[in-house]
């Protein structure tokens, strides 16, 4: 016993202070990143009297998942310039770029004016990724890597949470505005301890061929990588798993903001525990980035136990498993309107995410050929981004068409025949709820159930468990097909 905490404390201390630096500018990074984004889709169609843009699903749906899908997209060409220029002078690049697209995001209110900042942030967080996982990389090595990049995944989500919580706090208190400025302030903490604490990793001294060059050749690598077909579609199964695992950011706050009635749980909180109230709970209700935030709270305490438990099965059992039990939660969340199926369901799904995604990583590492690993593990972002881009159509266009609960209204009482003034600048969403309510002769949870009786917004679950659902399947053939038959040739190679 004492042997092994010995040598645990042993592991801690080989990492040099850049490790440090560049986990705890991990956490910050994250911190500013979760604090906007869990709560973006929430903000660009919230009410204009309530501090939001009171932009359309679709407009949402576009801005998030087009913005999201070039972050993720980016890293491919950005970590071959940072290569180039150095570590320090990327992120001083990187977080001069997100410090200026945060701040700007609380001052635009046009759909155009949101795309454009917006894009300036994926841009800086592009620019920080590779840069960050680089330094891990380079500060690491065989005896201490594993637990090196466990306290660095560690980071990610201790800031993933961290961001949402405050944020949730700042809102209520001093209006949806003071979330970019304090997202701009904790990269602008990045930037003070970059230029403070961070020691240039060393680089490999190389012939240096001209930028374009680089970036085509890194380019024609990640190709070669994909020619390799059990790579490809695996890939392309990820896919699946990163569109419905989005929909936790993009499409359920909505979501429960429509539909989900949390009054019970707000007034016992408020009630026993009033110090938790402006945090928790606004307008007698939960507030819908706290059920998001349960999977990041999950992440954190279970990560480990998870993993551990995970390391008994083969990698692709582990992730077809974990993939089943994420579609079991989702589709909880999004079946009914009971506030506690919404809060199982995210937590189930947190245990099914903990399960499949550091497992993808593992298994792309697994199948690497010798050599590659680096080569097949700088496509992991690839799935990753047109995950993000399919999910705008799901949280955009079809919950527009089918869940939302200012159009689903609309529609009822067009049906009625009662006239209601357009929505303006002068005439808000809040405003028409309050008027049709009026004219309905019912109150806001009435009318709620009402259009949920008569229109079934939770129809959108189908499509959201249909895609885990045809993943899952189309997981298990892959691995019948390709990864059964390499392992049993791969035993019969070894006793002979």
């Not at 604090?35 to 973006?40: A, D, M, P, Q």
């Not at 070669?224 to 989005?246: P, Q, Y």
Request: aromatic fraction near 16%.
């Amino acid at each position: 016993m004492t042997e092994n905490k010995k040598s645990f404390s042993e592991t801690v201390k080989s990492f040099n202070p850049t490790f440090w630096v560049a986990s705890f500018m991990e956490l910050m990074e994250r911190w500013a990143w979760y604090g906007v984004f869990t709560l973006l889709a929430l903000y660009l169609v919230a009410s204009k009297d309530e501090g939001g843009l009171g932009f359309s699903h679709i407009q949402k749906g576009s801005i998030m998942g087009q913005i999201t899908a070039i972050l993720y997209f980016l890293p491919l060409f950005f970590g071959v310039i940072a290569d180039r220029i150095g570590y320090k002078i990327s992120l001083t690049i990187a977080y001069l770029t997100m410090i200026l697209g945060y701040y700007l995001m609380g001052t635009v209110d046009t759909y155009w004016g949101m795309y454009l900042v917006f894009l300036l942030v994926a841009l800086g967080a592009a620019f920080f990724k590779p840069v960050a996982s680089g330094i891990v990389t380079k500060s690491t090595n065989k005896s201490n890597g594993t637990l090196g990049f466990g306290i660095f995944y560690m980071m990610v989500n201790i800031g993933g949470f961290i961001g949402p919580a405050s944020s949730s706090y700042l809102r209520t208190t001093f209006g949806w505005k003071i979330i970019f400025i304090q997202a701009a302030v904790v990269i602008a903490i990045n930037l003070i301890v970059l230029w403070i604490f961070f020691k240039e990793p060393e680089r490999e001294k190389y012939e240096k061929e001209p930028i374009g060059k680089e970036i085509t050749n890194s380019l024609n690598k990640i190709w070669e990588a994909l020619k390799d077909t059990r790579l490809t579609v695996l890939l392309i199964l990820m896919i699946g798993f990163w569109t419905m695992f989005n929909q936790l950011f993009y499409t359920l706050p909505n979501f429960i903001t429509d539909w989900v009635n949390s009054a019970n749980i707000s007034d016992w909180i408020n009630q026993n525990l009033p110090f938790l109230g402006k945090t928790l709970t606004e307008n007698g209700q939960i507030k819908a980035e706290w059920f998001t935030n349960i999977d990041a709270l999950m992440i954190v305490f279970l990560q480990m136990g998870v993993s551990f438990f995970v390391t008994k099965m083969r990698h692709v059992s582990a992730m077809i498993r974990g993939f089943l039990i994420a579609a079991i939660g989702i589709g909880l969340t999004f079946y009914t309107n009971n506030v506690m199926f919404t809060i199982v369901g995210t937590v189930i799904f947190a245990i099914g995410e903990m399960a499949t995604n550091p497992t993808f990583s593992s298994f792309i590492a697994l199948i690497s050929p010798k050599g590659k690993e680096a080569l097949y593990q700088g496509t992991y972002f690839l799935p990753v981004a047109a995950g993000n881009f399919l999910t705008q159509f799901i949280s955009g266009n079809l919950y527009e068409a089918w869940s939302d609960k200012f159009g689903l209204l609309q529609k009822e009482l067009a049906k009625r025949n009662i006239a209601m003034p357009e929505v303006s600048d002068s005439f808000t969403k809040n405003e028409y709820y309050a008027m049709a309510e009026q004219k309905l002769g019912m109150n806001h949870w009435e009318v709620t159930q009402m259009l949920w009786d008569n229109y079934s917004p939770n129809k959108i679950w189908y499509v959201i468990v249909g895609i885990g659902l045809i993943t899952i399947v189309a997981l298990s053939i892959y691995d019948r097909v390709v990864i059964r038959p390499k392992e049993k040739r791969d035993t019969l190679n070894t006793e002979v």
